[in-house]
């Protein structure tokens, strides 16, 4: 007897997690806090770690085939990043772009 497949709700919120994990891991790495995290639409806020000071804002948006980020590092004007759940390279690079730049 086959096993079902997951619902697609299911399979979405799955992906949405692993998204909000990759970003969370990335900003750690560069040694930030990540903060505010939501699923859906919301928004998270990276902020030092010895100095509590926001460095990166992150306004995310799920949609059935990815995401839309919009990354905001503090002092650069916003740059948009958008991700399909098969794919979310372009949002890493466009954020550890970001994080370079702030060193």
Known sequence: MSEALPTPGKHLRKNQKQIL???????L?????WSDET?????????????????VSIEYHFHTMGVDARITAAGRPAIEAPGLFTDT???LERLRGELEALS
């Open 29 to 33: 790495q560069a040694g930030l806090e």
């Open 21 to 27: 994990a990759m970003l969370r891991t990335a900003l």
């Open 39 to 55: 699923t859906g639409t919301g928004r998270g806020v990276a902020r030092g770690l010895a100095d509590g000071v926001e460095r």
């Open 89 to 91: 390279s372009i949002i």
